[in-house]
Antibody, heavy 119, light 108 residues
Framework: EVQLVQSEAAVKQPGESLKISCKGSGYDFPNYWIAWVRQMPGKGLEWMGIIYPADSDTRYSPSFQGQVTISGDKSISTAYLQWTTLKASDSAMYYC????????????WGQGTLVTVSS | EIVLTQSPGTLSLSPGERATLSCRASQSVTGSYVAWYQQKPGQAPRLLIYGAFSRATGIPDRFSGSGSGTDFTLTISRLEPEDFAVYHCQQYGNLPFTFGPGTKVDIK
């Protein structure tokens, strides 16, 4: 069974750093893309970027390029989304999802990680 | 970047009625690579339709997708109580992949 398990909710202050994770199981993790999606409170879904764990090929949405870093560790079947300097506007639910190749939909989703940035 | 517009923003219907949701792209979507997702409060999205008209595994046949080019439609033939939710369209034919703002289907 394909599963994506995300790290728990995080509460941070503005200016702090954060790295959230998405661990895949039940499939050949390195050879499937992982996407990250943001959902701000009461809003729609925003595609942030994708990573191919086998070679760390990464593509970003222009809206998120330079704002976050997507990375992965294929040895432990885990993808990451990282911020160096959080802002209050980064408060949102973040989902990871698996896609088979760059032209395929998101068939499997993690449960989401709620990030709250507040002083 | 392809911008997706969904209409209506909210659709108020009764169980048993037909729901027609629209997704319009700012330019033609390569390969008609459009997906529809259902999202209920507190849950992750669930894939319903991919490739504009193919149902994902386990999706009831009351859900159907159609369209090509820039205009796509999700139809729910007869609404069941569990179908009241938010529906998101997504294009995955052109990087960056993008989502529409969503259509909420609520009970009239």
């Amino acid at each position: 069974e394909v599963q994506l398990v995300q790290s728990e909710a995080a509460v941070k202050q503005p200016g702090e750093s954060l790295k959230i994770s998405c661990k895949g199981s039940g499939y050949d993790f390195p050879n499937y893309w992982i996407a990250w999606v943001r959902q701000m409170p009461g809003k729609g879904l925003e595609w942030m970027g994708i990573i191919y764990p086998a070679d760390s090929d990464t593509r970003y949405s222009p809206s998120f390029q330079g704002q976050v870093t997507i990375s992965g560790d294929k040895s432990i079947s885990t993808a990451y989304l990282q911020w160096t300097t959080l802002k209050a506007s980064d408060s949102a639910m973040y989902y990871c999802a698996r896609i088979s190749h760059t032209s395929s939909p998101m068939a499997y989703w993690g449960q989401g990680t709620l990030v709250t940035v507040s002083s | 970047e392809i911008v997706l517009t969904q209409s209506p923003g909210t659709l108020s219907l009764s169980p048993g009625e037909r729901a027609t949701l629209s997704c319009r792209a700012s330019q033609s979507v390569t390969g008609s690579y459009v997906a529809w997702y259902q999202q209920k409060p507190g849950q992750a999205p669930r894939l319903l339709i991919y490739g504009a008209f193919s149902r994902a595994t386990g999706i009831p046949d009351r859900f159907s997708g159609s369209g090509s080019g820039t205009d796509f439609t999700l139809t729910i033939s007869r609404l069941e109580p569990e179908d009241f939710a938010v529906y998101h369209c997504q294009q995955y034919g052109n990087l960056p992949f993008t989502f529409g703002p969503g259509t909420k289907v609520d009970i009239k």
